[in-house]
């Protein structure tokens, strides 16, 4: 004998239900995904046994990556060169670099009345420098004292040493000569890249003028009213530093 329990359709299995239907989509979704954890894990180890393998068999440093130099730009400054007197605002406006003592409040530079504007600039004979390993022997004894007993910090006298190239040089590298091919254009760098001075270095890389301070016994006395005192403490100081003697200079 058979009974008909469903009315419609007869015996069959039951309907699942939407809730049971989620909760087994659920379950295979989290398996899926430590499926996919497990693979990764796996994978970053497989990567990882590489490169310490491959780590072991070369004992090379790792590869720099290549800097980037910007290209060389020529600005012209915003500010007017010549200037009778500063106060600490205007010192760190123009030298944003420049290290302005707490005790300063008033600049007078006086490079504007030696070098003025509307005469030109005098390129002197070429003069090169070479530096030499510390660790080289000086070729003539050096007996300069660059710090005495004595020495006074009220005055300093520091010297710019310029390295130039010839005249010839300087204009066939900043501008064509008529002789000249037209593809030299490319190589052009401007006239200030070409004249160089010479500095100390303070420290890892803090530049300095080369000169010091003034003493009474070695320079002699009254810096204020006799200007050869300083420059005595010029062509001291420098020797000491450099073991180059300024005494032959004529102009000062």
Not at 53 to 70: A, F, L
Not at 173 to 193: G, I, K, W
Request: some cysteine.
């Amino acid at each position: 004998m058979m009974h008909n329990f469903g009315g419609r359709g007869g015996i069959g299995p039951r309907p699942r239900s939407p809730r049971r239907e989620r909760r087994e989509e659920r379950v295979r979704t989290t398996r899926d995904s430590e499926r996919e954890r497990n693979e990764k894990d796996k994978e970053e180890k497989r990567e990882s046994r590489k490169r310490s393998r491959s780590r072991g068999r070369s004992r090379s440093p790792p590869r720099r990556r290549m800097r980037v130099v910007p290209r060389y730009n020529v600005q012209v400054p915003k500010i007017l060169l010549h200037m009778k007197e500063a106060n600490v605002l205007e010192l760190k406006k123009r030298y944003s670099n420049l290290y302005v003592p707490s005790d300063v409040f008033l600049a007078r530079p006086l490079w504007s009345d030696t070098f003025p504007a509307y005469r030109a600039f005098q390129f002197p004979r070429p003069v090169s420098f070479h530096i030499m390993n510390k660790e080289v022997e000086p070729v003539l004894e050096n007996d300069a004292v660059y710090d005495p007993p004595d020495v006074n910090h009220c005055y300093a006298a520091k010297v710019m040493l310029m390295a130039v190239p010839a005249v010839e040089d300087v204009f066939r590298r900043s501008c064509a000569l008529s002789e000249d091919h037209a593809d030299v254009r490319e190589c052009f760098v401007h006239p200030t890249r070409l004249i160089n001075f010479l500095v100390g270095l303070k420290g890892k890389n803090e530049t300095m003028a080369i000169g010091g301070y003034w003493s009474p016994s070695l320079d002699g006395a009254n810096p204020e009213k006799d200007p050869n005192v300083l420059i005595h403490t010029a062509i001291r100081t420098c020797k000491a530093l450099t073991g180059i003697d300024l005494a032959g200079c004529t102009t000062w």
